[in-house]
């Protein structure tokens, strides 16, 4: 593969199993992942588990990696080597101390080997982008329609949600999707479609090699497709997502679905996901990308307009950044994400993925407050494909 | 250089956003008719306070279950239940009946009168009703509200039949979870009339002790559930499914 002419990406992501599964011997429910294509393009991925579902951890890592597979297939043709499918981590070690899980790909559903197996399955469901797909919801505020829940019985989705707030100057707002009406439908939403597609099948060829009911894997996907001057979001379920511009605004680019009811979601498993499944293009040349999971969603954001609180992205961006080391910097993001301070607000599992492009990364970033150096380039090493849990 | 940062200093600017915690919202519908007078009335006070302890000790619960109660005894009557008001008579309007745990100081009831029980479901649903309302307008995430129904006897209003049917449809389009739960003597026929298809419940003798403990412990569980719990209820130990009516 070429070299990238886009400077890599820098991407850190942990999950921690809140303190509620702790205490229920549960394991973390929430999976992360994530590739970055041969030409700068980013695909990030993340999915939530439900609490009630046996096997949603499973649910959730099948989910996201059949996401990433899928989209990054497409857009990227067959992989060339079957190794980078679901290579090994390279930011930290397996076991740590804390609950968090160290990136972990190609065993990431090593606690079951049909599992795995099961997964590859999805490929079999890809559907290729060119073929006719039917023009999907246009960007715009979702209106209120049926959805099912986690039985797969339809249910009002309730009444529309409240107003979004209006920005303050400069900074936090949600974005709003692009307006501009391509003449003809862009391909890319398509392409997303079917890759959520692609992700719902992988869950029910591992349900049918488990021999359990698709439901056992319930959990959300977000997933998000960042170009050079377009980001495009695709969502099920309660995540959220966050970018911010070269100008430092950040923006919501994926809201929380919300059901009437605040224990209510949508899942990918649920016979209508594909109707609830909203996808987004945003005209924006993000520099960085947030996924979240909805642990930290009452801590990152300002309900009820779901506007990015700057002060928690900020500064998280900021030691994110200007990190010389990124590995230990995502074994010291799991540490925060288990630590006292967060356990105090939210005992749900909690999950953050985190994507900075280009150069002028590391302690001398000028983005750290410190002026570069001549000369030094921060230069992470090539990531590789990789599930980050 | 590259020092070790701890976790804590990396990250020590991160501040975290202020937003209400979301509300499970109970309404207690409680019987104060003549018949409760006695050790009956005296239980069921009793009940109440083991609730307000419960729930008060238990800290995602206190942040999240408002408390409401309307008494019927002669009357329909919204009490006041907010801090030291004493349970007096209030005007109908939601956000002065729902008071959250912290502030809930449980009322003592005193029996007397006629069972208007369809004038208290009646209000029942109406305060719940703009309570969600309230919510959405302030952007308050919500669980699904509870109606909890007890009585001793039959109502006597003329008129609670359309009460019942009203309850009923509230039900069925999932805008709240009503239980009935009868004491001996109860008309179980015309109780489970307000929470049909679920069956009412009979107390086992004056069990308010163990329904109130039950009841904290139910509201313990929805108040911690998240998206897609489902979070089955604990036993029922302080009644019986009436199931002779149908």
């Given at each position: 593969m070429?070299?990238?002419?886009?400077?890599?990406w820098?991407?850190?992501g942990r999950?921690?199993?809140?303190?509620?599964?702790?205490?229920?011997?549960?394991?973390?429910?929430?999976?992360?992942?994530?590739?970055?294509l041969?030409?700068?393009?980013?695909?990030?991925?993340?999915?939530?588990g439900?609490?009630?579902?046996?096997r949603?951890?499973?649910?959730?890592?099948a989910?996201?990696?059949?996401m990433?597979?899928?989209?990054a297939?497409t857009?990227?043709?067959?992989?060339?080597?079957?190794?980078?499918?679901?290579?090994p981590?390279?930011?930290?070690p397996?076991?740590?101390?804390?609950s968090?899980?160290?990136?972990?790909?190609?065993?990431?559903?090593?606690?079951?080997?049909?599992?795995?197996?099961?997964?590859?399955?999805w490929?079999a469901?890809?559907?290729?982008?060119?073929?006719?797909?039917?023009?999907?919801?246009?960007?715009?505020?979702?209106?209120?329609?049926?959805?099912?829940?986690?039985?797969?019985a339809?249910?009002?989705l309730?009444?529309?949600?409240?107003?979004?707030?209006s920005?303050?100057?400069?900074?936090?707002?949600?974005?709003s999707?692009?307006?501009?009406?391509?003449?003809?439908?862009?391909?890319?939403?398509?392409?997303?479609?079917?890759?959520?597609?692609?992700?719902r099948?992988?869950?029910?060829?591992?349900?049918?090699?488990?021999?359990?009911?698709?439901?056992?894997?319930?959990?959300?996907?977000?997933?998000?497709?960042?170009?050079?001057d377009?980001?495009w979001?695709?969502?099920i379920?309660d995540?959220?997502?966050?970018?911010?511009?070269?100008?430092?605004?950040?923006?919501?680019?994926?809201r929380?679905?919300?059901?009437?009811?605040?224990?209510?979601?949508?899942?990918?498993t649920?016979?209508?996901?594909?109707?609830?499944?909203?996808?987004?293009?945003?005209d924006?040349?993000?520099?960085?990308v947030?996924?979240?999971?909805?642990?930290?969603?009452?801590?990152?954001l300002?309900?009820?307009?779901?506007?990015?609180?700057a002060?928690?992205?900020?500064?998280?961006?900021r030691?994110?950044?200007s990190?010389?080391d990124?590995?230990?910097?995502?074994q010291?993001?799991?540490?925060?994400?288990?630590?006292?301070?967060l356990r105090?607000?939210?005992?749900d599992?909690?999950?953050?993925?985190?994507?900075?492009?280009?150069?002028?990364?590391?302690p001398?970033?000028?983005r750290?407050?410190?002026p570069?150096?001549?000369?030094?380039?921060?230069t992470?090493?090539?990531?590789?494909p990789?599930?980050v849990? | 250089?590259d020092?070790?940062?701890?976790y804590?200093e990396?990250?020590?600017?991160?501040?975290?956003a202020?937003?209400?915690?979301?509300?499970?919202?109970?309404?207690?519908?409680?019987?104060c008719?003549?018949?409760?007078e006695g050790?009956?009335?005296?239980?069921?006070n009793?009940?109440?306070r083991?609730?307000?302890?419960a729930?008060?000790?238990?800290?995602?619960?206190?942040l999240r279950?408002?408390l409401?109660v309307?008494?019927f005894?002669?009357?329909?009557?919204?009490l006041?239940?907010?801090?030291?008001?004493?349970?007096?008579?209030?005007?109908?309007?939601?956000?002065?009946?729902?008071?959250?745990?912290?502030?809930?100081?449980?009322?003592?009831?005193?029996?007397?009168g006629?069972t208007p029980?369809?004038?208290?479901?009646?209000?029942?649903?109406?305060?719940?009703?703009?309570?969600?309302?309230?919510?959405?307008?302030?952007?308050?995430?919500?669980?699904?509200?509870?109606?909890?129904?007890?009585?001793?006897?039959?109502?006597?209003?003329?008129?609670w039949?359309?009460?019942?049917?009203?309850a009923?449809r509230?039900?069925?389009?999932?805008?709240?979870?009503?239980?009935a739960?009868g004491?001996?003597?109860?008309?179980?026929?015309?109780?489970?009339?307000?929470t049909?298809?679920?069956?009412?419940?009979?107390?086992?003798?004056?069990?308010?002790?163990?329904?109130?403990?039950?009841?904290?412990k139910?509201?313990?569980?929805?108040?911690?559930?998240?998206?897609?719990?489902?979070s089955?209820?604990?036993?029922?130990?302080?009644?019986e499914?009436?199931?002779?009516?149908?």
């Amino acid at each position: 593969m070429s070299a990238s002419a886009a400077p890599p990406w820098r991407v850190i992501g942990r999950s921690v199993a809140g303190s509620a599964h702790v205490a229920r011997n549960l394991p973390c429910q929430d999976a992360l992942a994530w590739r970055e294509l041969p030409d700068g393009r980013l695909i990030l991925a993340v999915a939530d588990g439900a609490g009630s579902a046996a096997r949603s951890e499973l649910g959730a890592a099948a989910a996201v990696e059949a996401m990433v597979e899928a989209l990054a297939r497409t857009l990227d043709g067959p992989i060339s080597d079957g190794a980078e499918a679901l290579g090994p981590d390279v930011a930290g070690p397996a076991g740590d101390a804390s609950s968090s899980h160290a990136a972990d790909g190609g065993r990431s559903l090593a606690s079951d080997r049909s599992g795995a197996a099961a997964a590859s399955d999805w490929r079999a469901a890809v559907i290729p982008f060119d073929a006719e797909e039917p023009d999907l919801s246009e960007p715009g505020t979702p209106t209120p329609r049926s959805g099912t829940d986690a039985l797969g019985a339809a249910q009002p989705l309730g009444t529309s949600q409240p107003a979004p707030s209006s920005a303050s100057a400069g900074q936090a707002a949600l974005a709003s999707p692009s307006a501009a009406r391509d003449s003809a439908p862009d391909p890319l939403r398509a392409v997303l479609h079917s890759s959520v597609a692609a992700a719902r099948a992988g869950l029910q060829a591992l349900a049918e090699a488990q021999g359990r009911p698709l439901r056992d894997y319930a959990c959300t996907l977000t997933a998000v497709l960042a170009l050079s001057d377009r980001l495009w979001v695709a969502q099920i379920g309660d995540s959220v997502a966050v970018a911010r511009d070269a100008a430092g605004n950040w923006q919501t680019v994926g809201r929380p679905q919300k059901g009437e009811y605040a224990n209510e979601a949508w899942f990918l498993t649920a016979d209508g996901a594909m109707d609830q499944l909203e996808i987004h293009a945003f005209d924006l040349e993000a520099q960085q990308v947030i996924l979240s999971s909805d642990g930290l969603l009452r801590l990152m954001l300002q309900l009820p307009g779901f506007a990015p609180h700057a002060p928690f992205l900020e500064p998280l961006a900021r030691a994110l950044t200007s990190a010389a080391d990124p590995e230990r910097a995502g074994q010291q993001l799991a540490a925060f994400l288990a630590s006292d301070r967060l356990r105090a607000r939210t005992d749900d599992d909690i999950s953050l993925l985190w994507a900075a492009r280009g150069s002028d990364l590391g302690p001398n970033s000028p983005r750290a407050g410190s002026p570069p150096v001549p000369g030094n380039t921060d230069t992470d090493p090539a990531p590789s494909p990789t599930l980050v849990r | 250089m590259d020092e070790i940062v701890p976790y804590d200093e990396l990250f020590e600017e991160v501040e975290f956003a202020d937003n209400p915690e979301p509300r499970c919202a109970v309404m207690l519908l409680l019987d104060c008719s003549g018949s409760m007078e006695g050790r009956r009335i005296d239980e069921l006070n009793a009940g109440l306070r083991t609730l307000d302890r419960a729930l008060k000790a238990d800290a995602l619960a206190s942040l999240r279950v408002e408390l409401a109660v309307v008494g019927f005894g002669g009357q329909a009557r919204v009490l006041d239940v907010r801090g030291d008001a004493g349970g007096e008579e209030i005007e109908a309007e939601a956000a002065r009946a729902f008071v959250t745990v912290d502030a809930f100081t449980p009322p003592t009831l005193v029996a007397g009168g006629g069972t208007p029980m369809g004038e208290a479901v009646r209000i029942g649903l109406r305060l719940i009703q703009h309570r969600k309302l309230g919510y959405k307008r302030n952007g308050i995430d919500y669980f699904r509200p509870w109606m909890f129904l007890i009585s001793d006897g039959r109502p006597t209003d003329t008129g609670w039949e359309e009460a019942a049917a009203e309850a009923r449809r509230e039900e069925a389009a999932r805008g709240l979870s009503i239980y009935a739960v009868g004491v001996e003597g109860c008309d179980m026929r015309k109780l489970g009339r307000f929470t049909d298809p679920r069956p009412p419940l009979r107390l086992k003798g004056l069990a308010f002790e163990e329904l109130f403990v039950w009841l904290s412990k139910s509201l313990s569980a929805v108040s911690q559930s998240r998206p897609g719990d489902q979070s089955p209820l604990p036993p029922i130990g302080w009644g019986e499914i009436d199931t002779s009516v149908g």
